[in-house]
């Protein structure tokens, strides 16, 4: 098979959010979404302080979403969420935690070192799913993936491939998928080799979070990003002289109209009148700050 070519490739922009040091990769001036991912945030590395206060969540970052899917991996750190539909929950380093936005949601969320590694280091990232026309109009829904509970294949002696969503080799990941779409974590020693064998049609991009990497025999840098042709092939990987990481993510191309606007992503603009609407009339809820005491 031959390799697939990259078609773009770009970088992100700053757009922190509140204290977390943000780059935000997708979308960007070239590219609207990569299969049905319409977002992405890298969630910057930062290395704090072992008498330094413990963030809370108190409401200052409570923000709607309506008509996606969010979905957040945590490289390291300790992500706590809450949301107005009564969902609780604390992921630690390796994990991932999925909410379904549905007909709207009001969610906050916090990120703090891990206190089961003792690493001082926080660094995660966040996609945005465009859910199908039909998916909008569901109720919300959560779910938290503990790190142990991500699918992680050996790659004999390369490295390792983690399935953050959809399946690799028949392992699949606890998340729901509503269409064809994936995220690989790829780790591959120094001086190795990986190669993904991609479906037809599929749309394919890769995010270099932590190192360079060789992608089809070129070098690329730390932080960028790179979107395929989706012509049918290959996708190579070579590690250089450190460990490499590489997010690779896609999937069946999205078929229906984007129209996004702040929090929330929908078919039409009316849609997304109604979903400004629908929040300001509180239809979304309140969060219960209580349930993390």
């Known amino acids: 098979m031959m390799k697939k070519k990259i078609h773009i490739r770009a970088r992100g922009y700053r757009a922190d959010v509140g204290p977390i040091k943000v780059n935000r990769i997708l979308s960007n001036r070239y590219v609207e979404a990569v299969g049905p991912f319409v977002f992405l945030d890298h969630a910057l590395p930062v290395r704090h302080s072992a008498d330094e206060p413990r963030w809370r969540a108190n409401g200052e970052g409570a923000h709607p979403h309506r008509g996606i899917a969010t979905l957040t991996y945590i490289l390291s750190g300790e992500v706590t969420h809450l949301d107005s539909k009564g969902h609780f929950a604390k992921v630690s380093s390796g994990g991932v935690q999925w909410m379904k936005a549905g007909d709207g949601v009001i969610h906050d969320e916090v990120v703090n070192p891990d206190p089961q590694t003792g690493d001082l280091l926080t660094q995660g990232l966040q996609f945005w799913i465009d859910l199908p026309a039909k998916n909008k109009a569901e109720k919300p829904e959560y779910l938290s993936v503990?790190?142990?509970?991500v699918p992680m294949i050996k790659l004999?002696?390369?490295?390792?491939?983690?399935?953050?969503?959809?399946?690799?080799k028949s392992r699949a990941s606890k998340i729901p998928n509503y269409t064809g779409q994936f995220i690989y974590h790829v780790h591959l020693a120094s001086d190795k080799q990986f190669t993904l064998e991609t479906t037809k049609d599929w749309e394919y991009a890769?995010?270099?979070p932590?190192?360079?990497?060789?992608?089809?025999?070129?070098e690329y840098k730390q932080g960028e990003f790179l979107l395929f042709d989706r012509d049918n092939g290959s996708i190579d990987i070579d590690s250089v002289d450190v460990a490499t990481d590489?997010?690779?993510f896609g999937?069946?191309?999205?078929?229906?109209?984007?129209?996004?606007q702040g929090p929330f992503v929908m078919n039409t603009q009316h849609e997304i009148s109604q979903a400004y609407n629908d929040f300001y009339e509180g239809k979304y809820g309140e969060i219960d700050y209580s349930l993390a005491d």
Do not use: H, S
């Open 146 to 149: 503990t790190p142990a509970e």
């Open 210 to 218: 932590m190192t360079n990497a060789i992608i089809n025999d070129r």
């Open 206 to 208: 890769a995010f270099l």
């Open 246 to 248: 590489i997010i690779l």
């Open 251 to 260: 999937g069946e191309p999205y078929a229906e109209p984007i129209v996004a």
């Open 156 to 168: 004999d002696d390369q490295g390792w491939l983690k399935v953050i969503l959809g399946e690799y």
